[in-house]
């Protein structure tokens, strides 16, 4: 079946820092969503991508469609404390199947 | 407009029994999605209902089932719990279906079994 890595599988970060994830496919994706969920709540939809190469940003949140259309990366930067929580890739496949990613949790150091 | 709604939020049943959870999508969605999130193993695709039929379903046994009414409410059963049941259990709703549209998700059903 399709395999969706996501890495890394957690981050230990200080408040301030730049935090990069990624997420890679062993297959070609259509679409790619970024999630974000805080403890105790569903997901929340950071940023969908539609197009390869396409980069959308959100605030401080950057995320860009990979070119060969089997990766796609998440950067945020100047983190804050309110970044905490689970952030989640998912990719549309050619048969509209979504495949998700296990998920980055992210900590800031206190 | 209000956002996926979950009933109830919190749950604790023993082994053997059966429970129901029930979810109400966004208002005009017609795509509700269920999902199985334990600790460390990510979101478990349970099934999605478009328009009252099922269009997908994951891996899970025939104790999982759901159903989706015509004003796009959804309910999913477990039938004959079992420990490992204990889970967060996601409803999300989308506009089309989910291959077409993103998913909005709900606060989730914590439930536990004992």
């Known amino acids: 079946g399709q395999q969706l890595n996501q890495s890394p599988q957690s981050m230990f970060i200080q408040e301030g820092e730049d935090v990069s994830m990624n997420c890679t496919s062993s297959?070609?994706?259509?679409?790619w969503l970024w999630y974000k969920q805080d403890p105790g709540e569903g997901p929340v939809l950071l940023i969908a991508?539609?197009?390869a190469g396409e980069l959308t940003s959100n605030g401080r949140l950057t995320a860009q469609f990979g070119i060969t259309r089997k990766d796609s990366f998440l950067n945020i930067s100047a983190s804050i404390p309110s970044d905490v929580g689970i952030y989640f890739c998912?990719?549309?496949?050619?048969?509209?199947?979504?495949?998700w990613g296990a998920g980055t949790k992210l900590i800031i150091k206190p | 407009k209000a956002g996926v709604t979950q009933t109830p939020r919190y749950l604790i049943k023993t082994r053997g029994q059966q429970v129901t959870l029930s979810c109400s999508p966004i208002?005009?969605?017609?795509?509700v999605s269920w999902y199985q999130q334990t600790p460390g193993q990510g979101l478990q695709f349970l099934f999605e209902?478009?328009?009252?039929?099922?269009?997908n379903k994951g891996n899970f046994p025939g104790r999982f089932s759901g159903r989706q009414f015509s004003n796009s409410r959804s309910e999913m059963n477990v039938s004959t719990l079992e420990l490992g049941d204990s889970a967060l259990y996601l409803c999300?709703?989308?506009?089309?279906?989910?291959?077409?549209?993103?998913?909005?998700f709900g606060n989730g059903t914590r439930l536990t079994v004992t």
């Open positions: 999300a709703s989308s506009l089309g279906s989910t291959g077409s549209s993103p998913l909005h």
């Open positions: 209902y478009f328009s009252e039929t099922q269009r």
């Open positions: 297959s070609i994706f259509n679409t």
């Open positions: 998912a990719g549309r496949d050619s048969n509209y199947q979504l495949i």
């Open positions: 991508l539609y197009k």
């Open positions: 208002s005009g969605h017609r795509s």
